[in-house]
């Protein structure tokens, strides 16, 4: 029955996905790459094209749903995650993703963020990290690193940065990965992942800003920078890199330490295990930061849970079953409400 379903969905093509009209970011912005990596996983994913939803909230990155042919929502700074959360509950058979960037999410959306995570939503949250705020010309935002001039920090920043991919781990949510913008295979590996993850999933990707934050992350993701800063998460696989994959990340009293791979204990070599339902795991190596550490891109963590639209979907039932007049006039006017003289 099922594959006689999926026989049926109307086929789509990237095309399909591309509206009339120009694209307005600046050229060489990483949100074309990121735009043009979603467009190229949809077709794949089985669903109707009619079934997509991009809710964005205010920044460079919530432009998205105007370059997307889907139905889509520009709603409010920082408050996509509760747009999102009513349109998943209004039709729970939409793929809902949120759309956002380090100063919407981190922010002013920062309660709606982690609500919508712990929650455990069926929603896609994609987090585009450029380290600043764009679209309001070079003010830090939350993610800025720590010492950096910008347009509102002529001294250096003087806050700690968030990690987002933490904030995501302890807010519970059941998947939580990293990419850049301009590896398409590996992003769109790591989208598609996440379009099919039943629950909150949150992808932090880093995006370069060529105006007011160029190059911030060419330390650890230039070509020729890659073998010894960054790290491809593997299933099952040690953590190995370098040009020859000659270190190795072990666990050393509760934290990671880079030791030669050849020296590398085998009972302290750590292993990549996204499945692991204790975040613990996932906690220790997204801290791993530059230059101490290669920086790791992939998936953090990924497990199942009830989702809370099926949890609520299901009390819904209940509750009309045993309702004997489900009309809103019976809601209205049932034992919850009183007259005044």
């Known amino acids: 029955m099922k594959m006689q379903e999926s026989a049926s969905i109307p086929k789509f093509t990237r095309k399909d996905l591309i509206p009339g009209g120009e694209v307005k970011w600046c050229p060489g912005c990483g949100d074309y790459a990121i735009l043009a990596s979603i467009q190229k996983i949809l077709p794949e994913l089985n669903t109707p094209r009619e079934n997509f939803v991009f809710v964005s909230g205010i920044g460079c990155s919530s432009r998205f ?3 997307m042919n889907t139905y889509g929502l520009h709603s409010i700074h920082g408050r996509a995650p509760a747009v999102a959360t009513g349109v998943k509950l209004a039709n729970p058979k939409l793929s809902v993703w949120v759309m956002t960037g380090d100063g919407d999410a981190m922010s002013i959306g920062g309660n709606h963020l982690i609500h919508a995570l712990r929650r455990n939503l069926d929603l896609k949250i994609v987090m585009f990290n450029n ?9 830090y935002s939350p993610t800025t690193q720590m010492g950096q001039v910008t347009k509102s920090s002529p001294y250096g920043v003087p806050d700690y940065p968030f990690s987002p991919l933490r904030l995501a781990l302890g807010a519970g949510a059941t998947f939580v990965a990293r990419a850049f913008d301009v590896d398409g295979p590996h992003l769109q590996a790591i989208l598609k992942e996440a379009a099919l993850h039943k629950g909150s999933a949150f992808i932090e990707i880093w995006q370069n800003c060529v105006v007011f934050n160029d190059s911030v992350f060419d330390p650890i993701v230039s070509k020729e920078s890659r073998p010894d800063h960054l790290l491809y998460l593997e299933e099952g696989q ?14 050393e009293e509760m934290s990671p330490k880079v030791v030669p791979a ?18 613990a795991y996932a906690f220790l190596i997204s801290g791993m930061t530059y230059p101490e550490f290669p920086v790791p891109m992939g998936i953090f963590r990924n497990v199942q849970r009830p989702t809370y639209d099926e949890i609520l979907g299901g009390q819904v039932e209940k509750a009309k079953a045993k309702a004997k007049d489900t009309s ?5 006017d049932g034992l919850e409400t009183w007259t005044i003289n």
Do not use: N
């Open 65 to 67: 749903p105007y370059y």
């Open 131 to 139: 380290e600043i705020y764009g679209l309001t010309k070079g003010q």
């Open 238 to 251: 040690p953590l190995l890199f370098g040009k020859d994959k000659e270190k190795a990340v072990v666990v």
């Open 262 to 279: 050849s020296e590398a204990p085998k009972e302290r070599l750590l292993v990549h295990k996204p499945g692991l339902e204790d975040p």
């Open 328 to 332: 809103f006039k019976a809601l209205f």
